[in-house]
């Protein structure tokens, strides 16, 4: 039994006042295992000196009981983790419900000094929020947690079982209107109900209604929302008036070609990254297709409102993140395939200035254009409906049915345009000005082997035997011309069997290379001739699970993926990965290292967003008791990237063990003539 002395308790009220203003976290032990987090023991720990009647009120006012000392025990490793933050000291007591007069260890052990002896203590209550363990989720018995934000702004969120959530933040004015096709503006109100997710945009696809069981929530032109996950809330407002006790914040931009997907897609649940990471998590929505990417070519609709979207939501983090725990100061951005694609144009944008200090652009997907070259694609659809120009031109668009231009939208495709106010260059030529002429970062960036196998959907079949019938169907559907055939097969470098064992391998590598290595490479090699970056990390992910409804040929997805078993790391084969969201796709485990592997990524993303840099500081992992991450670690450190042929520039992460290699396909990118220019 540990003895609790007068001289202890004393050293506790001195750790005490160390904490970093008052906070009521969700204690919440995040291994990693999905299929067990609903049965994992939770509670609420508030690090706020409390007397013991003072403590028994407000776990009651959260509904909530105070915690046993028995089941202190539960939680050691977010005690160590405390103390590594320097919240609490290691001898730290704490009320429970064992005593009224006697506190207790972090061991639950109970002291026997006198109630006069005892200071104002912090405390655990429990925590019996439900598990949210599906995408259909009823929100409405969920119990209601509240922040406030410096200006005063109330919000009004949700506990449960891991984390707090607010979800269906409004962070700009409705874009209908007389603001459709304009730069979204502000939205400012002064009591915030963030209790259930907004709509998403208007688009077609997946996420179209609900008939595909992903969008509950329904779709609206008035979409510009935004959702919060974090583990740790102020108790009041500037209680937390340290910088260094704010969390990192993540901010999450969806892909989807521009024209599909929704920042509240159960993929991106925030609840396991933020309970592992101890990040503040932002998904957020941003106008698709025709409605965020229209540009006539003119001053009157310049395009990229989408931007626009996630500059003001950016600008919203600035502004009200401290309440969620978040550091302002210390945000980073990123996204996957289109959303990848929004990473550098924010990272290039002179508008998003000062916004955030890191980037992850994963699997980059889309390319920018002008805006003449954008005008001359769409306007044959649209002077049939509006046959006029400048003002007049909007109104009539203005006054369209929404429904009428969501179905015009189909008939091309949708991207960023060098509009001189948002973006002023074609990505690669900005960079390629140096460190000056972009946003200063940390970037860090990526792709999977095989993104073409779910990118291509069922343009090819597996079984196809004929390499230059597969080639002529590239061409077919517009991801190569016929030079880039002719120089494919002039090459030799795609031959079968001996550089793939099929003619379907070897096509997906082609438009894997087309439609995301080769342009994603470029910008990592313009902006390393230019010494643009503040640091620079390339990764190739070795291990994936394939989105469970994104796999046409059962070729990403479950029972795959085992170590007999031959899988694609397919296109967003590294979602589940980063946000650890199998549960709510009711995904089985395929082997153990599925979870060391996620906890390594979530451990590698997070750190990034703490620090700049990927390799997780071994102290963190010990206090949070990660090991296999920490054996991760032990075997393998990630080094920046620095020059394409150095044999160690890009890591292929594994588990159990991590591998460098150089920048793959850079002689198939020169085939393809997608070395140089965009």
């Not at 009041?236 to 260094?244: F, H, I, K, L, T």
């Not at 999450?252 to 929704?262: A, E, L, N, P, R």
């Not at 006539?296 to 969620?324: C, E, M, R, T, Y």
Request: glycine fraction near 8%; aromatic fraction near 12%; charge should be negative.
């Amino acid at each position: 039994m540990t003895i609790i002395t007068r001289a202890s308790i004393a050293a506790s009220v001195v750790a005490f006042a160390w904490a970093q203003g008052s906070t009521v976290t969700v204690f919440f032990r995040n291994d990693g295992n999905w299929t067990r987090h609903g049965e994992q023991p939770s509670a609420l720990f508030f690090n706020q000196p409390s007397t013991y009647e003072d403590a028994v009120r407000t776990c009651a006012s959260y509904n909530e009981t105070l915690l046993s000392c028995s089941s202190y025990g539960d939680f050691f490793h977010e005690f160590t983790y405390h103390q590594y933050l320097h919240n609490i000291d290691r001898d730290q007591l704490l009320w429970s419900s064992c005593s009224s007069s006697a506190p207790t260890t972090w061991e639950g052990n109970v002291s026997h000094v006198p109630t006069a002896a005892h200071p104002l203590l912090p405390f655990l209550c429990t925590n019996s929020a439900p598990f949210v363990s599906k995408v259909d989720t009823d929100y409405s018995a969920f119990p209601r947690v509240k922040t406030q934000s410096v200006d005063g702004t109330t919000f009004e969120g949700l506990r449960d079982h891991m984390a707090f959530r607010f979800l269906g933040i409004p962070f700009a004015q409705p874009p209908v209107g007389d603001l459709r096709f304009k730069y979204a503006q502000p939205w400012n109100e002064t009591h915030v109900e963030a209790t259930r997710y907004g709509p998403a945009c208007l688009q077609t696809g997946w996420f179209e209604g609900n008939s595909d069981g992903l969008n509950p929530w329904g779709n609206s032109e008035d979409c510009l929302y935004l959702n919060v996950f974090t583990s740790t809330l102020p108790l009041s407002p500037g209680s937390v008036a340290n910088e260094d006790a704010l969390k990192p914040v993540m901010f999450w931009i969806h892909g989807g070609g521009q024209v599909s997907g929704t920042g509240s897609d159960s993929t991106f649940d925030g609840a396991s990254l933020v309970s592992r990471s101890d990040v503040v998590l932002v998904t957020v929505n941003y106008r698709l297709n025709i409605f965020g990417f229209l540009s006539l070519g003119d001053d009157v609709v310049p395009g990229n409102f989408d931007l626009s979207d996630k500059i003001v939501a950016l600008n919203w983090v600035k502004q009200h993140i401290a309440a969620f725990g978040g550091n302002p100061n210390n945000v980073t951005i990123f996204g996957q395939s289109a959303g990848g694609a929004s990473i550098i144009d924010l990272v290039t944008s002179p508008k998003a200035k000062g916004l955030f200090q890191g980037a992850i652009a994963q699997s980059i997907g889309g390319h920018t254009t002008n805006q003449s070259a954008a005008a001359a694609k769409i306007l044959p659809y649209l002077q049939p409906l509006c046959n006029n120009t400048g003002v007049e031109r909007l109104q009539c668009l203005q006054a369209l049915p929404a429904e009428t231009l969501l179905n015009i939208s189909q008939a091309t495709s949708w991207e960023t345009v060098v509009d001189g106010i948002y973006i002023t260059d074609l990505p690669v030529a900005q960079v390629s000005k140096g460190r000056d002429a972009i946003n200063p970062v940390h970037f860090m960036t990526g792709y999977m082997p095989e993104e073409a196998q779910s990118l291509l959907e069922e343009t090819l079949a597996p079984n196809i035997s004929s390499f230059n019938a597969s080639l002529q169907t590239l061409i077919e559907v517009g991801q190569i011309d016929q030079a880039q055939a002719d120089a494919i097969v002039a090459s030799g470098l795609w031959q079968v069997p001996t550089d793939y064992s099929s003619v379907y391998n070897a096509s997906v590598n082609i438009a894997t290379d087309t439609i995301i290595l080769c342009y994603a490479m470029e910008f990592v090699e313009a902006g390393v001739a230019a010494d643009a970056y503040e640091s620079l990390w390339v990764y190739l992910h070795q291990r994936a699970y394939g989105l469970s409804f994104y796999d046409y040929y059962d070729l990403c997805t479950f029972p795959v993926g085992k170590p007999e078993t031959p899988y694609y790391r397919c296109h967003s084969g590294d979602l589940y990965e980063i946000f650890g969201t199998y549960y709510l796709f009711d995904l089985p485990l395929r082997v153990a290292e599925d979870i060391y592997y996620t906890n390594a990524v979530q451990d590698m993303w997070a750190s990034f967003a703490r620090t700049g840099n990927p390799n997780v500081d071994d102290d963190y992992l010990a206090a949070r008791g990660y090991q296999s991450t920490q054996e991760f670690f032990s075997k393998w450190t990630w080094t920046q990237y620095a020059a394409r042929n150095d044999g160690k520039g890009v890591a292929n992460l594994q588990y159990p063990t991590s591998f460098y290699s150089t920048l793959p396909d850079l002689a198939h990118c020169n085939v393809l003539g997608l070395n140089g220019t965009e």
